[in-house]
């Protein structure tokens, strides 16, 4: 659909960027779990200094996204696993 151009807080900052519309909200609810993610840690931790805060935050999603891809990734080498079996049992019922 084209780029927009929106703006974007984080911690404190204005951060303006071109996205595809159809990203849009994407970034704008990233943005909100970003800010939220500091203001717990700002809430929870003696730490006050931005830096740490964001460090922190970049941190937390990180991990994340790691042990969503080794999710993904074991997942699909259980389906390749069933697969594989499937195709022993067809093989083997065809071969009759």
Do not use: W
Not at 39 to 60: F, P
């Amino acid at each position: 659909m084209g780029e927009i151009s929106i703006k974007i807080t984080i911690s404190d900052r204005i951060y303006p960027l071109k996205v595809n519309t159809e990203e849009e909200e994407i970034v704008r609810r990233a943005a909100k779990m970003i800010n939220e993610r500091i203001k717990d840690y700002q809430d929870n931790y003696a730490v006050r200094d931005k830096q740490d805060l964001l460090s922190m935050a970049v941190l937390h999603y990180a991990t994340a996204v790691l042990r969503t891809e080794n999710q993904v990734q074991n997942q699909d080498t259980a389906v390749a696993d069933k697969v594989e079996e499937l195709d022993v049992l067809l093989n083997g019922f065809f071969k009759k």
